[in-house]
């Protein structure tokens, strides 16, 4: 299937920003963590060892920067059809502000910020900017990505 | 547990100490497990050539993930990463080896915080930086007790 040379129009870009996501919840188990740092083949004590982590200034066992992404990346809909089927992670930017820790019940909620499109090496491309915002049973806001997902 | 790191003994320009990474198909598989993304082009070769690739590829997460390493790995276990940013320019393949490489581009105090800001990548054997990004890392300093 040939793509279209254009498929944006201001109208539907506008409609888009701002659509967010139902929440997504997780409880942060500390198997769950071990298990992340193990895939990553990261051994640092602080993601896989509670005796070890408790001797340090975070007091225990914390999740790698990168756990979050357990909750999946999350897409909110777009408000209409796309002739774009295929999907490609294009990056991520992270904030910091509280470490996760085991037992910790995550919410997240994903909000299309910028929507635009691009020819480019694959065709037609509708780059969409979402930011996703992490928060504990704190209602703390622990991290946010901002995430570009590229439809191509 | 790694030594830790001052703020005190950073400089701007100075190089994190290199992180090598072998990626294999059997982590690519790990890491779908543990992240939950099961998307096929990272594990089912005849899917991911169905979809005009060279062969099945690394997750970009998996990439920011070891870029997280590199920084988490040099900062001790004191220092709280702030941020960290990166973006997928070019694929990584399974089998080949990369290294996350980074560099001190500032070093400064702001609310209190000792911070510092790095360059970060993620470079293949042909030294192209497939996964170029930031990060800023904020350590304790020796000025106040850490």
Same mark, same amino acid.
């Given at each position: 299937?040939?793509?279209?040379?254009?498929?944006?129009?201001? *109208?539907? +870009?506008?409609?888009?920003? $701002?659509?967010?996501?139902? /929440?997504?919840?997780?409880?942060?188990?500390? @198997?769950? =963590?071990?298990?992340?740092?193990?895939?990553?083949?990261?051994?640092?004590?602080?993601?896989?060892?509670?005796? *070890?982590? +408790?001797?340090?200034s975070? $007091?225990?066992?914390?999740? /790698?920067?990168?756990?979050?992404?357990?909750? @999946?990346? =999350?897409?909110?809909?777009?408000?209409?059809?796309?002739?774009?089927?295929r999907?490609?992670?294009?990056?991520?930017?992270?904030?910091?502000?509280?470490?996760?820790?085991?037992?910790?019940?995550?919410?997240?909620?994903?909000?299309?910020?910028?929507?635009?499109?691009?020819?480019?090496?694959?065709?037609?491309?509708?780059?969409?900017?979402?930011?996703?915002?992490?928060r504990?049973?704190?209602d703390?806001?622990?991290?946010?990505?901002?995430?570009?997902?590229?439809?191509? | 547990?790694?030594?830790?790191?001052?703020?005190?003994?950073?400089?701007?320009?100075?190089?994190?100490?290199?992180?090598?990474?072998?990626?294999?198909?059997?982590?690519l598989?790990?890491?779908?497990?543990?992240?939950?993304?099961?998307?096929?082009?990272h594990?089912?070769?005849?899917?991911?050539?169905?979809?005009?690739?060279?062969?099945?590829?690394?997750?970009?997460?998996?990439?920011?993930?070891?870029?997280?390493?590199?920084?988490?790995?040099?900062?001790?276990?004191?220092?709280?990463?702030?941020?960290?940013?990166?973006?997928?320019?070019?694929?990584?393949?399974?089998?080949?080896?990369?290294?996350?490489?980074?560099?001190?581009?500032?070093?400064?105090?702001?609310?209190?915080?000792?911070?510092?800001?790095?360059?970060?990548?993620l470079?293949?054997?042909?030294?192209?930086?497939?996964?170029?990004?930031?990060?800023?890392?904020?350590?304790?300093?020796?000025?106040?007790?850490g």
């Amino acid at each position: 299937m040939a793509s279209p040379s254009t498929f944006l129009t201001e *109208a539907m +870009r506008q409609q888009a920003i $701002g659509q967010e996501s139902p /929440p997504v919840c997780l409880e942060v188990e500390k @198997g769950a =963590i071990i298990k992340f740092a193990q895939a990553i083949g990261d051994g640092n004590p602080l993601f896989n060892d509670e005796a *070890a982590a +408790r001797k340090t200034s975070y $007091g225990g066992l914390i999740a /790698p920067p990168t756990f979050l992404r357990s909750l @999946g990346q =999350i897409r909110p809909d777009l408000p209409f059809d796309i002739p774009l089927h295929r999907v490609l992670d294009g990056g991520s930017d992270w904030e910091y502000f509280q470490p996760v820790r085991p037992c910790d019940r995550i919410t997240a909620v994903a909000r299309i910020t910028d929507l635009r499109e691009r020819s480019g090496r694959l065709g037609l491309m509708l780059i969409s900017t979402i930011v996703t915002t992490y928060r504990n049973q704190f209602d703390e806001v622990v991290a946010t990505q901002t995430n570009t997902t590229i439809r191509y | 547990m790694a030594e830790q790191l001052y703020w005190e003994d950073v400089a701007e320009g100075m190089e994190l100490p290199p992180l090598v990474k072998n990626p294999t198909t059997r982590q690519l598989v790990q890491y779908a497990g543990a992240s939950g993304d099961f998307y096929e082009i990272h594990y089912a070769l005849e899917y991911a050539r169905g979809n005009g690739l060279e062969g099945v590829i690394l997750h970009g997460a998996l990439k920011n993930a070891f870029l997280g390493q590199l920084m988490t790995d040099w900062m001790g276990p004191q220092g709280a990463l702030k941020r960290l940013s990166c973006q997928y320019r070019g694929m990584d393949l399974p089998g080949r080896p990369i290294t996350g490489k980074g560099t001190v581009t500032r070093k400064y105090q702001q609310d209190g915080q000792f911070l510092v800001d790095c360059a970060i990548w993620l470079e293949n054997a042909q030294g192209e930086k497939t996964t170029p990004g930031t990060a800023t890392a904020a350590l304790p300093s020796r000025s106040v007790g850490g």
